[in-house]
């Protein structure tokens, strides 16, 4: 069983669409839970980064985390063709410093 | 955030050659950055944790011999490919951690796309 489960997709919606992705994980000592974006053929750029529970608000993006049920999301609002691209969650603990855990990213594309 | 610039963006090669790819941190010293390979619609896969001024530490499974990394300033990593053959095809990427705590946001660079032929 892989440490990050992550839907690979694709996920195709029409602009302005509210998108959910989502992410699940068995490690509990997962602390600190990211977002990256990633276009094709591009480095993965960060788009949110939490430590523990709650939620995470900038812009149209939203970041929550459960560890309750070891389940991490992110929202994008009024979703833009500019938003079309491979989404990754990336999770860490305390002890593993900054070694990161990939999802295997979800493909995303908006529709015009 | 931290700029990370890579070079070169892209390469092809001939198997049995060596190729060398270049990570920097542009605006701020990294005492660690990251080396990690994606194949076509996959996740990131850590190969190595590259420290300043000591050996990188490999990821289980990921021949030390085969990829050398060099970390010999703070803003300046190298992973050398060496006798490249056409199943090391692949997008390598490196990242720097930014910050001194604990745990620090990392912070990719734009990739080098490999092609052994």
């Known amino acids: 069983q892989k440490e990050v489960e992550q839907d690979p997709g694709p996920l195709s919606v029409p602009e302005g669409a509210i998108v959910s992705l989502n992410c699940t994980y068995s490690?509990?000592?997962?602390?600190?839970f990211m977002w990256y974006r990633q276009y094709s053929r591009k480095g993965p750029e960060l788009l949110m980064y939490?430590?523990?529970?709650g939620n995470k608000e900038d812009g149209r993006f939203t970041a929550q985390v459960d560890k309750s049920s070891k389940y991490i999301s992110l929202f994008i609002r009024d979703s833009q063709p500019s938003d079309s691209a491979t989404y990754l969650c990336a999770m860490s603990g305390e002890t593993s410093g900054s070694r990161l855990t990939f999802g295997e990213g979800t493909q995303l594309t908006v529709n015009p | 955030g931290a700029v990370v610039s890579q070079h070169p963006s892209w390469v092809i090669c001939k198997s049995g050659t060596s190729v060398k790819i270049e990570c920097r941190s542009l605006?701020?010293?990294?005492?660690?950055m990251f080396w990690y390979r994606q194949f076509p619609k996959q996740s990131l896969m850590l190969m190595a944790t590259s420290n300043e001024g000591s050996k990188a530490t490999y990821e289980q499974g990921v021949e030390k011999d085969k990829f050398l990394i060099n970390h010999a300033s703070l803003t300046l990593s190298t992973l050398t490919v060496t006798s490249a053959h056409p199943e090391d095809s692949s997008f390598y990427i490196c990242s720097t951690e930014a910050g001194q705590g604990v745990h620090n946001e990392q912070f990719f660079g734009p990739g080098t796309r490999l092609t052994v032929l």
């Open positions: 939490t430590y523990s529970s």
């Open positions: 605006d701020f010293q990294a005492t660690t």
């Open positions: 490690n509990s000592a997962f602390q600190y």
